[in-house]
């Protein structure tokens, strides 16, 4: 069962719109974290946020907030005014504690396309 | 500046070749991984390793090994089993494995002609 959900495989929007990605994750355990991820066409994975289950405070970065409710099992990521910039894949990830580690699943991925 | 290196960015190989793919680390952390993503997918987890002379295999593990004889090394083998090789190859890697970022390198792609 997928434990990481990001419903929108694309999202296009037209740059200075603001828009909301979400992430959507099932898991039994008290204590996990979750993350988002930005891939740009280049490849490479750059972390944008790592956060505990039991910090519940959004937070805002610049452009960039994150509005996580444990009551949804949800950790949506919104850029305001996006900018041709921000186009990139964003991967919403959770960690768990397994036996010997601590497991990272990352969901889907959305592709977001921000149009001049 | 601290990072993770991968190379090459581009590789290409003949059905039967096993291939190394290299990733090196210069931030001192214990933790490395490897993942594969295919298009339109999330990654999946090859092989991490916890420390240096030991590592473990993660959910897609066949036809595939690696190394851990240096802390800031973990290199990937590509070998002539693995059924369906061509894909997109991340390598990463954490201070240690408490819930720690995962920091990632700038990918491989990996095309079998």
């Known amino acids: 069962a997928q434990k990481v959900t990001q419903a929108q495989t694309e999202i296009s929007v037209v740059e200075k719109e603001d828009v909301t990605l979400d992430c959507v994750y099932e898991?039994?355990?008290?204590?996990?974290?979750l993350f988002w991820y930005k891939q740009p066409p280049s490849g490479e994975l750059v972390f944008l946020i790592r956060?505990?289950?039991?910090?519940?405070q959004n937070e805002i970065s610049g452009r960039y907030s994150w509005n996580f409710q444990k009551s949804t099992s949800s950790f949506n990521f919104t850029i305001t005014a996006s900018q041709v910039v921000d186009s990139a894949v964003y991967f919403c990830?959770?960690?768990?504690?397994?036996?010997?580690?601590?497991?990272?699943?990352f969901g889907p991925g959305t592709s977001l396309s921000v149009i001049p | 500046d601290g990072g993770i290196t991968q190379s090459p960015k581009y590789l290409f190989r003949k059905e039967g070749q096993n291939v190394t793919l290299s990733c090196e680390q210069n931030?001192?952390?214990?933790?490395m991984y490897w993942y594969r993503q295919d298009p339109g997918q999330g990654l999946r987890l090859i092989y991490y390793?916890?420390?240096?002379?030991?590592?473990q295999k993660g959910d897609i593990a066949e036809g595939y090994s690696v190394s851990r004889e240096k802390k800031e090394s973990f290199p990937l083998t590509v070998t002539s089993a693995q059924k369906n090789p061509t894909a997109f190859y991340l390598c990463a890697s954490s201070p240690g494995t408490g819930f720690d970022t995962q920091y990632f390198g700038p990918g491989t792609r990996l095309t079998v002609l």
């Open positions: 390793s916890q420390i240096v002379n030991d590592f």
């Open positions: 990830a959770l960690s768990e504690r397994k036996t010997s580690y601590d497991k990272v699943i």
């Open positions: 898991t039994r355990d008290t204590t996990y974290y």
């Open positions: 931030l001192n952390h214990d933790a």
């Open positions: 956060r505990n289950s039991f910090d519940e």
